[in-house]
């Protein structure tokens, strides 16, 4: 049975050492098999603090990152720090067992810019120069990086599958592959699963929601056909719920979330791994 996960972030932003054991406990009572943990600053969580609350639970750790402002591989002024920040996700994942760290590591989420051809192919080559060598650092340290395609309201640089392809052919291998998210796919894509299939062998992690950002299940996600696409490729790694919480202001602005998805964060997340199951 493929493993169900969920992202903190549906309740709670940063997570912290502090506050980890509770959550992921939480986490593991609702019956999920894996939690997504979002690194937003090197030394918020640390690897001794959550690789006992792993063993503890038993939850298979997923890592993600943040592109906050200032965070970015393709504007020259802030390229040093954001490969610093990536190797210090990677070591984290590395540390906790985790397999994969993904987010859109390219440019600051929100950024958004117009680009002809001839300036988007330069965007390309910068990107791939700069990623280049956390790609190696990754693949040295056993842990994949998973680059996240988003929609057009957060950036205009990679959108789409084709557009990541393009984008990083030349790295892409052990140390890099493509994270999709369900929310963006249902944006950018003619078809969530012909970009799943197009993603093939590259697809290292998988992110679902709602089309609304709430909850999977009971929304206009053809869900059957994008799990069926899944399975053509041979994706074998955790479905993961990422939604959020409207009650934290700086996530909440961050993601656009203006109002409830769920009565309650507890039964978004429920409700979700409930359809999930179901889809087994």
Do not use: K
């Amino acid at each position: 049975m493929r493993e169900i996960g969920v992202n903190t972030w549906v309740w709670t932003s940063p997570l912290t050492d502090a506050g980890v054991a509770d959550l992921l406990r939480r986490i593991a009572g609702m019956g999920f098999d894996a939690v997504e943990l979002p690194l937003e600053n090197a030394g918020d969580l640390t690897v001794p603090v959550v690789s006992d609350v792993l063993a503890e639970t038993g939850l298979t750790p997923c890592v993600v990152g943040a592109m906050a402002p200032g965070r970015d591989l393709v504007d020259a002024s802030c390229v040093s720090d954001t490969q610093d920040y990536l190797r210090a996700c990677i070591d984290f994942a590395a540390g906790i067992g985790a397999r994969a760290v993904c987010g859109p590591f390219y440019a600051s989420t929100g950024r958004v810019w117009r680009m002809d051809a001839d300036q988007r192919q330069a965007a390309y080559d910068d990107l791939r120069t700069h990623l280049a060598p956390v790609v190696d650092h990754a693949a040295a340290q056993g842990v994949r990086l998973g680059i996240e395609p988003l929609n057009r309201y957060e950036t205009s640089l990679l959108n789409t599958v084709d557009q990541a392809l393009t984008a990083l052919e030349p790295l892409l291998g052990e140390g890099l592959g493509l994270a999709l998210d369900s929310y963006h796919l249902n944006i950018e894509e003619r078809s969530s699963a012909d970009a799943v299939r197009a993603a093939g062998q590259h697809l290292a992690h998988v992110q679902v929601c709602g089309s609304d950002r709430g909850a999977p299940g009971g929304d206009q996600t053809d869900w059957p056909a994008l799990v069926s696409a899944l399975e053509e490729v041979g994706y074998d790694g955790p479905l993961v719920i990422e939604s959020f919480t409207a009650d934290n202001a700086s996530i909440a602005t961050a993601a656009s979330i203006w109002r409830p998805l769920a009565p309650t964060q507890d039964e978004l997340a429920r409700d979700g791994l409930s359809f999930l199951r179901s889809l087994a």
